[in-house]
């Protein structure tokens, strides 16, 4: 008998997956892959500009994948419930169910399954998923670890520095605007070509581009080194395999998803303050 392994993954921007998000997702994915006993994943997804994310997991696995339509949040919710209950989606029975829902819903879902938040207290997000499921084996390899889990060019770098200046989730609380324009002035003037990824000309006469979700990696493959703090630029680059310098505060919330706790292995150097000097001489060590 078919022994299936079904994962609800309702990536939708509109319930609070963004581009790290749904790489963290299909990261706790290939650890479901690689622990559960299954002879078939079926995989359920939605129309969503971030889906292509999952492309290198349906063909490393050979997943079935099955499309929903959800209205919101609740309407997902209520839809795994039916599923997890009845042992069926769009009427293919499975034995296995994971589910991968907003880090926000994290507690409400593991609740659900587990009777608390049993994610809490591992390495990072990806055991935090990992271990918040109806069941799951215990000590999965490599979950300290991330490397080319999507699609992406080879790395083939012109000598140029890729900033993403912009923090969704930390609102540049610590890493402000005026300070990584400082870092960006600082890296002109000694000579180091600087491609801004912003919608907003933040420093004139240095080129900005803000390509498309689906553009987007193809875009860092080109340059020597990308810098970030923990946005969905540092974790598509960690994810794609490419350079990648970080700034990360320990005052950052969920320091789950730092990027040295998750094993990012293109990782070069983590700067944890502030300051403009630290931050120059790490891009340029690593240009």
């Not at 079926?42 to 889906?51: K, Q």
């Not at 889990?149 to 900033?163: C, K």
């Not at 491609?195 to 581009?209: C, K, W």
């Amino acid at each position: 008998m078919t022994k299936t392994m079904y994962i609800a993954a309702g990536n939708q921007m509109c319930r609070g997956y963004f581009l790290g998000d749904v790489i963290t997702c299909v990261k706790a994915a290939y650890l479901f892959a690689q622990t559960e006993d299954y002879d078939r994943i079926l995989l359920s997804v939605c129309e969503d500009p971030l889906t292509f994310l999952w492309n290198k997991f349906i063909h490393d696995h050979k997943v079935d994948v099955i499309i929903d339509h959800f209205t919101d949040a609740e309407h997902a919710i209520d839809v795994y419930e039916e599923r997890r209950e009845s042992r069926e989606a769009h009427g293919m029975p499975f034995s296995v169910y994971k589910e991968l829902y907003p880090r926000l819903l994290g507690g409400r879902r593991q609740s659900a399954f587990c009777g608390r938040e049993s994610g809490l207290g591992h390495a990072n997000i990806f055991e935090y998923y990992y271990y918040g499921q109806e069941s799951f084996v215990e000590n999965p390899k490599e979950s300290c670890r991330l490397d080319k889990i999507i699609l992406a060019p080879p790395h083939n770098p012109q000598r140029s520095v890729y900033i993403a200046p912009h923090e969704k989730c930390a609102r540049n609380a610590v890493f402000t605007i005026p300070f990584w324009q400082e870092v960006i002035k600082d890296l002109v003037d000694s000579g180091v070509e600087v491609v801004i990824n912003s919608q907003h000309d933040l420093v004139p006469g240095v080129r900005h581009v803000f390509p498309p979700f689906h553009e987007l990696v193809e875009e860092l493959s080109r340059h020597s080194v990308i810098v970030s703090g923990n946005s969905g630029v540092g974790w598509a680059a960690g994810a794609a395999g490419y350079p990648l310098v970080s700034a990360e505060s320990d005052q950052q919330n969920f320091t789950e998803y730092h990027f040295e706790r998750c094993g990012i292995q293109s990782l070069r150097d983590v700067v944890s303050e502030a300051d403009v000097n630290l931050m120059t001489t790490a891009i340029m060590v690593n240009n």
